[in-house]
T-cell receptor
Framework: RKEVEQDPGPFNVPEGATVAFNCTYS??????FFWYRQDCRKEPKLLMS???SGNEDGRFTAQLNRASQYISLLIRDSKLSDSATYLCVVWGGYSTLTFGKGTMLLVSP | NAGVTQTPKFQVLKTGQSMTLQCAQDMNHEYMSWYRQDPGMGLRLIHY???????DQGEVPNGYNVSRSTTEDFPLRLLSAAPSQTSVYFC??????????????FGEGSWLTVV
């Protein structure tokens, strides 16, 4: 089983839609979780950290389920500018920072 | 606000040549790392460091060397370039422990082509 798994997509959604991505991780001792956004040919940039109680930042909501070892990202009212690849990132302590391969989102007019 | 600075941004090498990708950060971060990103493969860790004088191998270290003589700098050396090393390289840094308010910052990437 891969350490961090994501559905590669692409997820094709119209503007205004709600879309959700999941990410599963294999290391039950993982300590910190993040969603990063990567635009084509650019560096990954932090979208949001994921906290145990769940957290929201505007149209974005992240959830963590430690029992089932997955995190999720919900995007409401999708914008064209949300088109990007979303990377799930898991920190297992010390050096074990693991990236998922990313989920591609395409938002169309 | 320099953050993480990588140079060069683009480089073409001939097979067998050596070169160094430079990475510098001005945030006093202990953790620095190098990744390569290939289509369909995601980000793969090459080498990382948790402080000056400390380095370790990641998932794909073969053909690369690193050193960490200062907190700020973490150069990546390609010893004898091969076409398989054609990729986009990202340097990243973070304070430790990652999380709890400490996040990972990336450089803008270095596009390397080996012919």
């Amino acid at each position: 089983r891969k350490e961090v798994e994501q559905d590669p997509g692409p997820f094709n959604v119209p503007e205004g839609a709600t879309v959700a991505f999941n990410c599963t991780y294999s290391n039950s001792a993982s300590q910190s979780f993040f969603w990063y956004r990567q635009d084509c040919r650019k560096e990954p940039k932090l979208l949001m950290s994921v906290y145990s109680s769940g957290n929201e930042d505007g149209r974005f909501t992240a959830q963590l389920n430690r029992a089932s070892q997955y995190i999720s990202l919900l995007i409401r009212d999708s914008k064209l500018s949300d088109s990007a690849t979303y990377l799930c990132v898991v920190w297992g302590g010390y050096s074990t920072l693991t990236f998922g391969k990313g989920t591609m989102l395409l938002v169309s007019p | 606000n320099a953050g993480v600075t990588q140079t060069p941004k683009f480089q073409v090498l001939k097979t067998g040549q050596s070169m160094t990708l430079q990475c510098a950060q001005d945030m006093n971060h202990e953790y620095m790392s190098w990744y390569r990103q290939d289509p369909g493969m995601g980000l793969r860790l090459i080498h990382y460091s948790v402080g000056a004088g400390i380095t370790d191998q990641g998932e794909v270290p073969n053909g690369y060397n690193v050193s960490r003589s200062t907190t700020e700098d973490f150069p990546l050396r390609l010893l004898s370039a091969a076409p398989s090393q054609t990729s986009v390289y990202f340097c990243a840094s973070s304070a430790i422990p990652i999380g709890t308010g400490n996040t990972i910052y990336f450089g803008e990437g270095s596009w390397l082509t080996v012919v």
